[in-house]
T-cell receptor
Framework: EAQVTQNPRYLITVTGKKLTVTCSQNMNHEYMSWYRQDPGLGLRQIYYSMNVEVTDKGDVPEGYKVSRKEKRNFPLILESPSPNQTSLYFC?????????????FGDGTRLSIL | RKEVEQDPGPFNVPEGATVAFNCTYSNSASQSFFWYRQDCRKEPKLLMSVYSSGNEDGRFTAQLNRASQYISLLIRDSKLSDSATYLCVDNQGGKLIFGQGTELSVKP
């Protein structure tokens, strides 16, 4: 089954404790992206990647890192999480290198930073 | 001004009604647009792409007006299952800008 898989689905952690949210897709898509969704602010893009070893900043990259060492995986790293990073996070992928084809979204990861 | 702005919701309509959403974008160079729907904080799902000539998919019609820089979505014969939040998306060469979304509630 074609899918985008995020882990974990839920996480409660404390300020400053490094964490990684994994994202994996099995569709051989070139484009992958991370978003956060907050009430009143909608979905905002954090980082995106058009191909292996190519990553670019979205609208809200501060406090986040990503890597794209292989095509299928695009982990989101919070080196020193803070409470303002409490949010619902979505990973997505699409076939086109510039994301101009429909995005397939993962189920979401709900992060709470205390 | 936000790069992508949508009609504020919620829209409350009876079953069978026709409802229209508008979305304006600020980047005149933008070429690629989508409408997604999102149910209750679940993952967004593609509803339809938006083409310059306008496109229709069953009860749904999307239009793009480049001169006025807006996109519209028309839903005819609303169903209860159409209740969701509708997101307008501007794809700027890989950088995706989402509107805040418009909530639709279809009542019996």
């Amino acid at each position: 089954e074609a899918q985008v898989t995020q882990n974990p689905r839920y996480l409660i952690t404390v300020t400053g404790k490094k964490l990684t949210v994994t994202c994996s897709q099995n569709m051989n898509h070139e484009y992958m992206s991370w978003y956060r969704q907050d009430p009143g602010l909608g979905l905002r893009q954090i980082y995106y990647s058009m191909n292996v070893e190519v990553t670019d900043k979205g609208d809200v990259p501060e406090g986040y890192k990503v890597s794209r060492k292989e095509k299928r995986n695009f982990p989101l790293i919070l080196e020193s999480p803070s409470p303002n990073q409490t949010s619902l996070y979505f990973c997505a992928s699409s076939p086109g290198a510039v994301g101009n084809q429909p995005q397939h979204f993962g189920d979401g990861t709900r992060l709470s930073i205390l | 001004r936000k790069e992508v702005e949508q009609d504020p919701g919620p829209f409350n309509v009876p079953e069978g009604a026709t409802v229209a959403f508008n979305c304006t974008y600020s980047n005149s160079a933008s070429q690629s647009f989508f409408w997604y729907r999102q149910d209750c904080r679940k993952e967004p799902k593609l509803l339809m792409s938006v083409y310059s000539s306008g496109n229709e998919d069953g009860r749904f019609t999307a239009q793009l007006n480049r001169a006025s820089q807006y996109i519209s979505l028309l839903i005819r014969d609303s169903k209860l299952s159409d209740s969701a939040t509708y997101l307008c998306v501007d794809n700027q060469g890989g950088k995706l800008i989402f509107g805040q979304g418009t909530e639709l509630s279809v009542k019996p």
